[in-house]
């Protein structure tokens, strides 16, 4: 399985992004899916995750602000982050997992699969 995030970079306070995954050597449809990030001060962080049935759970800090979906025809996961702060600025990773609960669905340690990673940096 290799991930691969792209549509990071440097936007100012109040901005948007949208962040891409890339998936191949999976069927991806049998896949859950998750966004997380990382800060070197703190610990990794579970953002969004979408299930097999495309149910999706999000962290309360970017709850009404962010957005997870997939294209399993195009093996794409998304993430449109809106109205972004100097907080969202951190290492984001997608990372897959052949199945996960709903209550999991934003627990690293449940995804065996992992991308190398897009920076997203907020300026205030």
């Known amino acids: 399985v290799q991930l691969m995030e792209s549509g990071g970079g440097s936007v100012q306070s109040g901005g948007s992004l949208r962040l891409s995954c890339e998936a191949s050597?999976?069927?991806?449809?049998?896949?859950?899916m998750a966004w997380f990030r990382k800060v070197p001060t703190r610990e990794r962080e579970g953002v969004a995750g979408?299930?097999?049935?495309?149910?999706?759970r999000y962290a309360d800090s970017v709850k009404g602000r962010f957005t997870i979906s997939r294209n399993n025809a195009k093996n794409t996961l998304y993430l449109q982050m809106d109205n972004l702060t100097p907080e969202d600025t951190a290492m984001y990773y997608c990372?897959?997992?052949?199945?996960?609960?709903?209550?999991?669905?934003?627990?690293?340690?449940?995804?065996?699969?992992w991308g190398q990673g897009t920076q997203v940096t907020v300026s205030s």
């Open positions: 990372a897959a997992a052949q199945w996960t609960t709903y209550s999991d669905l934003i627990r690293s340690n449940k995804y065996p699969f």
């Open positions: 050597g999976v069927k991806w449809s049998s896949y859950c």
């Open positions: 979408i299930a097999r049935d495309g149910a999706t």
